[in-house]
């Protein structure tokens, strides 16, 4: 590692633009591993083109896009193992998609229909603790200091899961990433925070968003590792993730991992990017493409084809469609059930509330 890599000012990238290996991929990276993750990748840009489309016919809540950052999300996913505690923000559904859950799950919480096991709360957000993913709070960065806790708690029972974190560029500029980071940093607390710089914290461009030179040299004034990766490179996020998650699970302390990536879509659909990014800035990371990239690597290899990639996104799209009419079938929430899991017992005015609205 070079001396700007170690202080968090690099740019680690293991396959370039071209699809061409330029670093040193962790060692459990195999081909098969790779081919998986290509598929999850594919399923995840399917996923976001097909929420796109339904959500303007009134079929599913508001929904926040995840094309550009397929690497980032598969990359850090794979890194993992299935005991490890997820907190994904409201962006990460492909995350939760390469964790097992399966489609319908996630297509009743869209539609937040009466198999909602969330019952409409939280709309935007997954979360499931069959699959050991928290269901984060709809401020950002303020699962950072519940997963610290939570990594706290599972040391004293001498457990070995890994707590990792997504986060927002946007996400860092909150005292709760600060608090988290901080406490994590003394007590060397299993922890990883993954923050995706996806240049954009909805119309705030990432120069507005700190002085600092990169997000993964703060690592430094806490005293733990800070690395900057290419997050539009999936070698280069499970490798860096990977050392990460061993790091923490080895009891050696928290790692902030910063993975430079792009939001192609808008921030959600209640949003309208045109009004405040270029289309140059857009075209440009167009060019950079996650999912090409490692595309080219496997077809050069012999490992992926057209065929192939025609043949996964047909099937997908065949599954998701059922997932879909399944939810849409399914009848919806009563009204009553804003009042619902909130609260253990129901205060005097929410229960008069209940009552009027019965
Ligand atoms: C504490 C808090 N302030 C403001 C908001 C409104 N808000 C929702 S998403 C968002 C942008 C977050 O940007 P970033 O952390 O970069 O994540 P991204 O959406 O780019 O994935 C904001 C400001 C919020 N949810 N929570
Ligand atoms: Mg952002």
């Given at each position: 590692m070079s001396s700007d890599e170690e202080a968090g000012l690099g740019f680690v990238q293991i396959l370039n633009h071209e699809g061409v290996v330029v670093g040193e991929p962790d060692p459990t990276l195999t081909n098969d591993l790779l081919v998986r993750m290509m598929q999850d990748m594919v399923k995840a840009r399917v996923f976001d083109e097909w929420m796109l489309k339904i959500h303007p016919l009134g079929m599913a809540s508001r929904y926040a896009p995840c094309e550009g950052q397929e690497a980032s999300m598969i990359g850090s996913v794979y890194?993992?193992?299935?005991n490890d505690w997820l907190f994904p923000t409201y962006r990460e559904y492909p995350v939760a998609l390469a964790r097992g859950v399966p489609l319908t799950e996630i297509m009743h919480r869209m539609f937040a229909n009466s198999k909602d096991p969330l019952k409409g709360?939280?709309?935007t957000l997954f979360g499931d603790r069959r699959y050991r993913i928290v269901i984060g709070a709809g401020?950002?960065?303020?699962m950072a200091p519940v997963a610290v806790g939570m990594a706290m708690a599972s040391v004293m029972k001498s457990e070995r899961d890994v707590f990792f974190v997504y986060l927002g560029d946007g996400a860092t500029s909150k005292g709760d990433f600060h608090e988290a980071i901080n406490w994590a940093g003394v007590f060397?607390?299993?922890?990883v925070f993954f923050?995706?710089?996806?240049?954009?914290a909805i119309s705030v461009p990432f120069s507005r968003q700190t002085?600092?030179?990169?997000?993964?040299?703060?690592?430094k004034a806490y005293g733990i590792p800070g690395v900057r990766v290419d997050g539009n490179d999936v070698m280069a996020v499970y490798t860096a993730c990977r050392k990460a998650v061993d790091r923490a699970r080895n009891r050696q302390g928290p790692t902030l991992v910063e993975a430079v990536t792009y939001r192609?879509?808008?921030?959600?659909?209640?949003?309208?990017?045109t009004r405040y990014r270029s289309e140059e800035e857009v075209a440009e990371w167009r060019r950079r493409d996650p999912v090409k990239r490692i595309r080219n690597y496997l077809s050069r290899n012999g490992l992926w084809s057209e065929n192939l990639e025609k043949q996964l996104t047909e099937d997908f799209k065949k599954t998701l469609r059922q997932a879909t009419e399944e939810a849409e079938k399914t009848p919806p929430l009563k009204?009553?059930?804003?009042?619902?899991?909130?609260?253990?017992s129901l205060p005097w005015h929410l229960a008069e509330e209940m009552d009027e609205l019965s």
């Open positions: 890194s993992t193992s299935s709360h939280e709309i401020g950002v960065s303020l060397k607390t299993p922890v923050v995706q710089n996806n240049q954009w002085a600092s030179q990169t997000i993964a040299v703060k690592a192609m879509g808008p921030h959600t659909t209640a949003d309208d990017p009204p009553t059930s804003i009042f619902e899991d909130v609260y253990s």
